[in-house]
């Protein structure tokens, strides 16, 4: 039967498609070439249809337009250029012969470089003279055409920036003027036999001057500026915008901030460079106003690694321009390194975010709260069938502000990231620290001193801490984008019909009712932008001049719609308001909103100020993708170009990269709120990817950004490993430590561990790294398998080079190391710890009894204990003998193992050392458990075998030596006389013992027996170990198993014919499968036979007998085979006391010498 539709639909609802990855990177690469909505698809075609006369400016803008994005591509080409004559090859001596060939190649190579700065020459001219022609034609008093309207204003200022960004980039690279000089050179080595080079040699010289001279790209568009008209009037204007844009904070993106910073300083040095009206601009614009801005921002972000400095530009234009060097205020203005120590304090909390990151913490945490919020209402509002419009609306506008407000937060927060880097880049370190691995290294990398050594370990973190807030707030609006671009649309929507629908209407009936020329321009606005269609209350358009309406009648009423204004829309409303403003002239004084003389209501201004600002952040709103991505842009903090090239190296070593190196200050302070974010650094990598591809267009920046971000990875998964065991490992450490040792310290709190939190880092399946996706769990489980199975082979590899007194450190190392396994275990998916033990120690055969433990202790045993260790009765403990060895076992020196592996911290280790101090120099009842727990009940009879064999392997190596020393006894010996007293009885017994020949054998003959009765207290000790074992594991079984004290003092059974454990896993088993609803009887059936034989393993186990007992039945056995040879069966039947040759003689001679 086929399932309906609205089921199936209904059910696929019900499917969490949720993942338990938490997001701890930002957002992942768009790798995307779409034209964004601020650029205009359309490039303001529309713009004619609403018959403003716009069409000069529109095809201006478009043209402006044009030229800033060749230039962005003309700067990004100089940025990246690299010198080519380092890798020219030097010909040695032999082949001098073929100079002319290497010059002719090296033309051709260098050629094709200089052919794009003779492009880039061209442009520039190109471009200024464009520039020029656009301001002459809209400075002219007569203005024939309108504009220029905000938007053509901001294209002038952006083709500027770009002029200036040039001019500035050919001054600082200094490979451009070095492979000139050899491309001059190799020219002139190659033209010799060329015919017609005039042409050539005259566009040489040329490119020259152009690359020789500093800021030739200024003096060119001054050139082209004031070649026929003046255009004082548009430099002023343009100034006067910068400023009122820079005070008010109307640009709502940094880099439009940072565009009007960069060309202030040249627009003034331009306007005043004029003969006539020079000092006009200063009644415009106060001097101070300028200074003000100067002084607040004397370093500003140009590139990536390269700043400018407003003073440095004033001082170094006024030498070609006199009329500008007599303006001694702003040169006053001191450069970056100028700077006082005074003011540099000052200087130094604006710049660095050490110092703002309680305001930015607060901020951050203050905007996650009210997004999340307003979220929760937004879906509540979709949710909800029949919504009120007025709540509908509040709520809609609410999630608007707060969008704002975000882009605002990140703007904020990108652009001090932006202003610190140049600090740093202006204010470079002096004297680098040097550590112990530097000390043979005098020199270091400028970048080090601009990076490397510039950053304190709290700026790190403060640096690290804010962009984890940037890209977190930028990930949490990028994921809601679908949920409020309806609620952006009709908010803006709402925002345009409500002024130019009521506010409009209100300012046609009343402050602009007898003033027709602007009347008109407000009939114009509600023309061009009104949605008639979504109103409820309009009746007729020619209504709005009669003036007979009532009050209801006057309130319109409208529909909210998700349709936004278009950016021709948005930019016709610029231009009006501004027309409205300023009565079509905006070179008045006081601004554009500051102007007195517009006759308006300061009211009414105060609403076209405020809808004038809004139109400008509406074409960011409505580009909310793209947005989001400009601002959570911080790939410019990888790139280093500049730095390059005055290091003259091929590339800096990772540690002076600062991703990598907030990668390691992760890692290095182990910081648990920044543990989480370790993976952020890894988002500039990608960000940095991207641009280099899509902005930059150079493929050798992204390999060099992909080679670093595959070591940086392996680098981050080993150390990130390491740090984690380490962490678990001192955590298992200080829990199997005593805890009365760890009270009786004074300072005892050094061995309790500081909590971490990895839970985040483990669940990441899929982090996104330069487009590829790793699955970073399984990497660190890998490598957490490797780790253990390295730690325990060091372990055993350390108990091989020590004796056997080091077996109670290597129980308590595996111990913890096991502990360790489980803690792990309960996040990854590791190896069988006792799989991993047995595959290092070589065990995992079916039918292997042995172990490289069990081969070390009877190695030791029987080359070492044995032979060398002599047994204290009163301590019951085996201590190495200090008269000297009889076999000395050749032991390799122990290898220096990574800290981690032992006991994590240095602190523990060193506790446990101590620990393990007190049992090095003795054998004893814990080394017994020791090594019962380290054998198991696979290994140990082996090692009880292979020790009864060497006891009989040394009673019949005895056998011989003993014959050899009954011989050497006299046939009888009588009862000593008993006048001698002691000393004479003691001088006839060595008179008798005529074993001076015998001595070697005698000896021997000793140690054997010490070491027989060596290993049989050795079994004695075994023996007491186990039993104490099996007491423990029987009161643990006996409840179990039905086992209860009888009358007698016996064990009896409680139960005849089964057990608790069997009968309790039987009747549930009964009443399980007696039950319709059980899904799977047989699974309980299984349990309880499992339970029956676990009965029967444990009961068999309660008989065990004794290894001591079987020990000296063992060694009975083995000295009743030599009986015959060493007490013969007296014939009469009693002990024959004058015979010598039985073993009590040679005992008790032995005992005697």
Avoid at 217 to 227: G, K, T, V, Y
Wanted: overall charge negative; aromatic content about 10%; proline content about 4%.
């Amino acid at each position: 039967m086929a399932i309906p539709v609205e089921e199936a639909i209904a059910a696929l609802s019900t499917f969490s498609l949720e993942d338990e990855q938490p997001d701890v990177q930002g957002l992942a690469v768009l790798l995307s070439s779409e034209r964004y909505a601020t650029n205009s698809p359309i490039e303001y075609s529309d713009v004619a249809a609403y018959r403003l006369s716009l069409g000069e400016d529109t095809k201006a803008i478009n043209q402006l337009n044009t030229l800033i994005q060749e230039g962005k591509e003309m700067a990004s080409l100089l940025y990246t250029y690299r010198s080519c004559v380092k890798a020219l090859p030097q010909l040695p001596d032999s082949m001098k012969h073929s100079q002319a060939d290497l010059y002719l190649e090296t033309y051709q190579v260098l050629d094709l470089e200089m052919s794009r700065l003779r492009e880039i020459q061209r442009w520039q001219a190109s471009a200024a003279s464009k520039l020029a022609a656009d301001m002459q034609r809209f400075s002219r008093p007569e203005r024939l055409v309108n504009g220029p309207t905000i938007t053509h204003f901001w294209s002038m200022l952006k083709l500027l920036d770009v002029l200036l960004q040039l001019d500035h980039l050919k001054n600082a690279k200094a490979s451009i003027p070095n492979d000139f000089s050899w491309y001059k050179r190799t020219f002139t080595q190659v033209s010799s036999q060329w015919q017609d080079t005039e042409t050539m040699r005259e566009e040489l010289d040329d490119l020259q001057i152009f690359l020789s001279t500093r800021w030739a790209i200024l003096l060119n568009l001054h050139a082209e500026m004031f070649r026929t008209n003046t255009v004082e009037d548009i430099l002023q204007v343009l100034i006067v915008f910068c400023v009122e844009s820079l005070e008010l904070d109307f640009a709502l993106l940094y880099p439009e901030r940072h565009t009007l910073l960069r060309v202030l300083p040249v627009l003034v040095v331009l306007a005043t460079s004029s003969e006539k009206e020079s000092e006009s601009l200063y009644k415009r614009v106060k001097i101070n106003r300028l200074l003000s801005i100067f002084k607040n921002d004397p370093v500003i972000p140009a590139f990536p690694d390269l700043h400018l400095s407003p003073a440095a530009i004033l001082k170094e234009l006024s030498s070609y321009f006199q009329n500008f060097s007599s303006q001694t205020r702003l040169l006053s203005l001191p450069a970056p390194h100028e700077i006082p120590p005074r003011e540099l304090q000052d200087y130094q909390r604006h710049y660095l975010i050490l110092n703002h990151m309680g305001t930015i913490r607060a901020e951050h945490d203050d905007f996650s709260i009210r997004f999340a919020s307003a979220m929760n209402q937004m879906i509540t509002l979709k949710s909800s069938d029949s919504a009120d419009n007025d709540w509908s609306r509040d709520i809609k506008g609410n999630m608007y502000d707060i969008v704002v407000e975000g882009f605002q937060l990140l703007s904020r927060w990108t652009g001090r990231i932006w202003e610190q880097c140049a600090w740093k880049f202006s204010r470079p370190c002096k004297e680098p620290p040097i550590s112990d691995s530097q000390q043979n290294t005098t020199t270091f990398f400028d970048y080090e001193k601009v990076v490397r050594w510039n950053y304190t370990a709290e700026e790190r973190r403060a640096l690290l801490e804010l962009i984890g807030y940037i890209k977190s707030i930028g990930l949490m609006m990028q994921h809601c984008d679908t949920l409020v671009s309806e609620a952006l649309w009709e908010t803006i929507h709402m925002e345009v019909q409500d002024f130019v629908q009521d506010k409009l209407d209100t300012m046609l009936r009343t402050t602009f009712r007898k003033k027709k020329d602007l009347s008109r321009i407000l009939s114009d606005m509600r023309t061009l932008s009104a949605d008639w269609m979504a109103n409820t209350s309009k009746a007729d358009p020619e209504q709005h001049s009669l003036h007979q309406e009532t009050e209801e009648m006057r309130q319109n009423t409208f529909y909210p719609r998700p349709v936004a204004p278009t950016a021709a829309q948005i930019h016709c409303l610029q231009f009006l308001i501004c027309e409205l403003v300023s009565g079509g002239n905006m070179r008045k004084p006081g601004g554009l909103f500051g102007n007195s003389g517009s006759g308006i209501p300061v009211e009414d201004l105060k609403q076209l100020e405020t809808f004038f600002y809004k139109l400008s952040f509406f074409l960011h709103i409505l580009d909310y993708t793209a947005t989001i991505g400009t601002l959570t842009d911080l790939g410019f903090l990888w790139f280093r170009e500049f730095y390059l090239e005055s290091s003259r190296v091929i590339q800096f070593p990772i540690e002076c990269s600062l991703p990598w190196m907030l990668v390691d200050h992760v890692m290095e302070s182990q910081d648990a709120g920044l543990l989480e974010s370790i993976l952020i650094p890894f988002d500039l990598y990608n960000d940095s990817a991207q641009h280099a591809l899509t902005c930059l267009k150079q493929r050798f920046l992204y390999d060099e950004i992909e080679a670093e971000v595959d070591l940086c990875f392996d680098l981050l998964a080993q150390k990130l490993n390491e740090i984690i065991f380490t962490y678990y490992k001192s955590c298992a450490a200080s829990t199997l430590l005593d805890s009365s040792f760890t009270y009786a310290c004074d300072d005892g709190e050094k061995y309790f561990v500081k909590p971490l939190r990895f839970d985040a880092i483990f669940k990441l399946r899929r982090v996104m790294v330069l487009g590829r996706t790793i699955d970073l769990r399984s990497l660190i489980t890998q490598r957490m398998n490797k780790i253990f199975r390295e730690n325990i082979d060091f372990l055993l590899e350390r108990f091989e080079n020590g004796d056997l007194c080091g077996v109670v450190e290597l129980q308590q190392l595996l111990d913890i190391l096991e502990l360790t396994h489980q803690s792990i275990s309960r996040f990854l998916e590791l190896d069988s710890y006792s799989l991993m033990l047995s595959e290092m120690q070589e065990n995992l055969s079916l039918v292997s009894y042995s172990s490289r433990i069990s081969s070390q202790i009877w190695s030791e045993m029987q080359t070492d204990f044995l032979p060398n260790f002599i047994l204290c009765n009163t301590t019951q403990r085996f201590v190495r003998s200090i008269k000297g060895t009889h076999h000395s076992s050749q032991r390799s020196s122990a290898s220096t193992g990574k800290p981690y592996f032992y006991c994590g911290s240095h602190d523990l280790t060193m506790a446990y050392q101590g620990l393990a101090g007190l049992y090095r120099d003795f054998f004893g009842v814990p080394h017994m458990f020791a090594v019962v727990k380290l054998l198991g009940s696979r290994s140990l009879p082996a090692i009880i075998r292979a020790l009864l064999d060497h006891i009989s392997s040394k009673i019949t190596g005895m056998v011989p030596k003993i014959t050899a020393l009954q011989e050497a006894l006299p046939k009888s010996i009588g009862l000593l006389s008993f006048d001698g007293g002691i000393a004479g009885c003691q001088k006839i017994i060595h008179e008798i013992l005529t074993w001076e020949a015998k001595s070697e054998v005698k000896t021997e003959v000793l140690h054997d027996l010490k070491e027989i009765g060596s290993a049989l207290y050795w079994m004695s000790i075994l023996d007491i170990v186990l039993r104490q074992i099996d007491t423990t594991q029987f009161m643990q079984s006996a409840p179990w198993l039905g086992l209860v004290p009888g009358n007698d003092g016996q064990v009896k059974h409680a139960y005849s014919d089964s057990t608790p454990f069997t009968t309790l896993l039987s009747a549930a088993t009964n009443a399980v499968t007696a039950s319709p609803a059980c899904p799977n009887p047989s699974t309980f059936l299984v349990m309880s036979k499992q339970a029956e034989a676990a009965s029967l393993l444990y009961k068999s186990n309660l008989n065990s007998g004794s290894v001591l007992e079987y020990a000296l039945a063992f060694t009975s056995a083995a000295l009743d085979r030599h009986y015959s040879k060493w007490s013969a069966t007296p014939r009469t039947g009693f002990i024959d006391i004058t015979t010598s040759k039985d073993f009590y003689r040679i005992f008790s001679g032995l005992q005697v010498t």
